[in-house]
């Protein structure tokens, strides 16, 4: 199961929360010139950023202000990261930051608009089911682009490995690719 931050009750004084919707990972052995050889991990992961806020306020009569003037925004993105790890003789994982990247980036979200059947903005409450759709075509397009970018990534990591210094060769491990 990833681990998932819950996206549920954002509040509108401007929220920023991220969501891991899969990961998928490979093991690869690294062969050294001198007959060293070390295992590595490296794990993909697609995510959704929400960033959600309220502007304005509702009418108030009495003190000269009578228009609800509330606006929901959000701004919602979807991100493919890769991480790098070398796996230690004790199991431990070591990252290799040289080997962290993102990989996919897309923004499929916007915000509320103004609504010509009632007059006004949409508050956050009544944009929810629109920023819930929204929200759930990036989970879906994040998840879609890990596939591929994982397809078209790994090629690479094979590579940015061989150019390591003394590396002789790159063996993908075979049945090591479990999804969570």
């Excluded at 929360?17 to 050294?32: D, K, L, P």
């Excluded at 199991?91 to 930051?97: F, I, K, N």
């Excluded at 879906?140 to 397809?151: K, N």
């Excluded at 940015?160 to 590396?167: D, G, H, L, N």
């Amino acid at each position: 199961m990833p681990a998932s931050i819950a996206l549920a009750s954002l509040a509108c004084a401007g929220v920023l929360v991220g969501e891991e919707i899969r990961e998928t990972r490979q093991a690869y052995r690294v062969f050294f010139t001198d007959g060293g050889r070390e295992r590595y991990e490296v794990l993909w992961g697609g995510a959704v950023i929400v960033d959600k806020s309220e502007s304005g306020g509702p009418a108030a009569p009495l003190h000269g202000k009578f228009v609800d003037d509330r606006r929901c925004h959000w701004t919602i993105r979807t991100v493919v990261s890769r991480r790098v790890y070398r796996i230690g003789d004790d199991g431990e994982r070591h990252e290799r930051r040289d080997g962290a990247a993102v990989l996919d980036a897309a923004s499929p979200g916007g915000g509320a608009s103004y609504r010509f059947e009632s007059g006004r903005t949409e508050n956050c409450n009544d944009a929810e089911p629109r920023f819930r759709a929204n929200l759930e075509d990036a989970r879906r397009s994040a998840s879609a682009a890990l596939e591929s970018v994982v397809r078209t990534d790994q090629e690479k990591v094979v590579k940015m490995m061989k150019a390591w210094p003394r590396v002789a060769r790159v063996e993908r491990e075979a049945g090591s690719n479990p999804e969570r």
